[in-house]
């Protein structure tokens, strides 16, 4: 696998996170009466990859190495941090984040059935 592929899993991993649940709650519908639903895990090494079109979310079956998260970092890689919400707007991708004593999903919460 070249480096760049592996930049990119890796870079995507720690983007992707997050998108789990927007990305593919866009394409089912949540139980009746339900703002939102859990439509996949992520577990450690697994990564997550944005589609050419920003909408549709691929999950690879490969793990991710310590080395190719080390490569990732180098490259600019950046933590999610549990709560933040990424969503699609006028034909962009954008995520916001906690700050300060905000949650970032304060704004979107009547949107989720989840509390962060």
């Known amino acids: 696998m070249s480096l760049s592929k592996r930049a990119v899993l890796s870079t995507g991993a720690a983007l992707l996170l997050g998108l789990s649940t927007v990305g593919m709650a866009q394409t089912t519908q949540p139980a009746k009466g339900k703002k939102s639903a859990e439509v996949t895990t992520v577990g450690e090494g ?3 990859m944005i589609g050419p079109k920003g909408q549709r979310l691929h999950k690879s079956n490969v793990k991710i190495t310590a080395a190719q998260h080390d490569a990732a970092m180098k490259k600019g890689a950046k933590e999610i941090k ?3 919400v990424i969503y699609k707007q006028g ?11 905000e949650k970032a999903s304060q704004g979107f919460q009547g949107n989720f059935d989840v509390d962060y």
């Open 91 to 101: 034909g962009k991708l954008y995520m916001i984040e906690d700050s300060g004593n």
């Open 46 to 48: 697994d990564a997550l």
């Open 82 to 84: 549990p709560g933040a």
